[in-house]
């Protein structure tokens, strides 16, 4: 480490391999794309380049350089939460042809399925992350669709009379109370 802060190239070299792997794997346990991974870990070893010199104890090092990396992990996803449009994020518009025929032989799924695919994207996203499989928390939700906590539970509530509007049909005879 004195060497890299001196400014040995080689040192240095050698610090980033040596540190390379718990950086990876830090970053592996996020879904990120490969070009977003090079991101994270070009950054991590950024802040460990200019904080080189604030690291007094070299055995702490692996520790400090994964949380950095987790650090570097999530402020690259909040940067990204704010600059996704919604019809970028992974809850995508619910494509009919996607769904098992056997499934759709019941009128009222058929209905449920029609109604659903009518709703507006960001809609869809909403209902999808509030029934995600394992459960996101609103804080997680919020942050993902770049929604206010406060909103989260208001929209639901919407965007569910919105389907129950159109399955009034289906349901109880037709009345929509």
Do not use: C
């Not at 639901?156 to 005879?173: C, E, H, K, V």
């Amino acid at each position: 480490m004195a060497d890299a802060r001196a400014g040995d190239e080689a040192a240095w070299e050698a610090l980033v391999n040596q540190l390379s792997r718990v950086v990876w794997k830090t970053i592996g346990n996020y879904r990120l794309s490969p070009a977003d991974q090079e991101d994270a870990f070009a950054s991590t070893f950024f802040r460990l380049f200019d904080r080189l010199d604030t690291i007094i104890e070299p055995r702490a090092l692996p520790g400090w350089i994964a949380t950095t990396a987790r650090n570097e992990v999530r402020a690259l996803l909040r940067a990204q939460g704010r600059a996704i449009p919604m019809e970028s994020l992974p809850l995508r518009p619910l494509n009919v042809a996607d769904i098992d025929e056997r499934l759709l032989d019941d009128e009222l799924v058929r209905a449920a399925v029609a109604a659903f695919a009518e709703l507006p994207v960001k809609a869809q996203a909403l209902l999808r992350a509030l029934t995600a499989v394992p459960p996101l928390s609103y804080a997680e939700i919020g942050a993902l669709l770049d929604l206010p906590h406060g909103s989260i539970g208001p929209n639901r509530a919407t965007y569910l009379r919105m389907l129950r509007a159109a399955l009034a049909p289906y349901l109880d005879g037709g009345d929509d109370a």
